[in-house]
């Protein structure tokens, strides 16, 4: 079985948004809108997920349009990254060791489908490449693997990945200072936490993606960043999980923290591929 964390280029228009979820059908477990990176992430899974990604995916580039579209966060295209995540029997997302076989297969599998469907070119990352590599080489000196050799008039191009679980984590600062924040989010970079600096409406933001959230989960980075963000005089005023996280990396962080860290069992892969009956 398969999780495929679908992000659109899209985060403000509610009516789109709740459009696309519709397009999801049962196989969507959650959705996250963010109108200050005008991005969503829709979460599927399920024995019917490759359709699912499918209808999402058409639907999305049909009514994206790059050409008007603004935010804060980097995007390749309007249907801007499908990763497809292998799920053990339990729900239980890929780790960091785990066999990718499946989702490679997917991912192929999808890859060919938007080139020859949506006209769409296709990236891929994952063992190969990694998502950083593919937005700073797409179209400069990295071709497409799939679909035509030119950015999609209105939707731009797509990063198709196999790879683990990872959580999606924000922390807001408490200052409009850009430069503040993305010297803290530096601080706290490195190959398993990638970080980025944005301005967003509250002020600044941390950005975050755990790679291994085994290891280094969510409670480890906020600390990091609080910490940092004190020796220049900030704190952290709020924290955000972005989709959903794998229970494991839930189970980790002490019951006492879960609210400040914005993180709660019944927001876990697990949890809602079982209440979807998945």
């Known amino acids: 079985m398969l999780e495929c964390v679908v992000n659109v280029s899209e985060g403000a228009d509610r009516r789109l948004l709740d459009a696309l979820a519709t397009k999801a059908g049962p196989s969507l477990l959650d959705l996250h809108a963010d109108p200050d990176h005008n991005r969503s992430v829709f979460t599927l899974a399920g024995p019917s997920v490759e359709a699912a990604v499918q209808a999402l995916a058409t639907f999305a580039t049909e009514c994206i349009d790059l050409r008007s579209h603004g935010g804060v966060h980097p995007r390749l295209g309007a249907l801007d990254v499908v990763p497809f995540v292998p799920l053990a029997g339990d729900g239980a997302p890929a780790r ?163 609210a400040v860290l914005d993180l709660s069992f019944d927001r876990t892969v697990e949890a809602r591929l079982a209440a979807s009956g998945g």
């Open 96 to 258: 960091p060791d785990d066999d990718l076989s499946e989702a490679l297969s997917a991912r192929r599998r999808f890859a060919q489908w938007a080139a020859a469907e949506l006209g769409l070119p296709c990236f891929l990352y994952g063992p190969e490449r990694s998502l950083p590599e593919v937005r700073r080489h797409a179209f400069v000196d990295l071709v497409p693997d799939t679909g035509p050799p030119h950015p999609h008039p209105s939707a731009g191009a797509c990063a198709v990945g196999a790879r683990p679980a990872l959580v999606a984590y924000n922390l807001w600062l408490d200052t409009k200072d850009i430069s503040r924040a993305r010297a803290v989010a530096a601080a706290v970079r490195r190959p398993e936490v990638r970080t980025l600096g944005l301005a967003v409406s509250e002020g600044t933001q941390v950005s975050c993606n755990l790679l291994d959230p085994w290891t280094t989960g969510p409670a480890q980075v906020y600390d990091a960043v609080a910490g940092h963000a004190a020796d220049v005089g900030m704190r952290i005023s709020r924290a955000e999980l972005v989709g959903l996280a794998p229970r494991a990396v839930v189970e980790d962080v002490p019951p006492e923290r879960l």
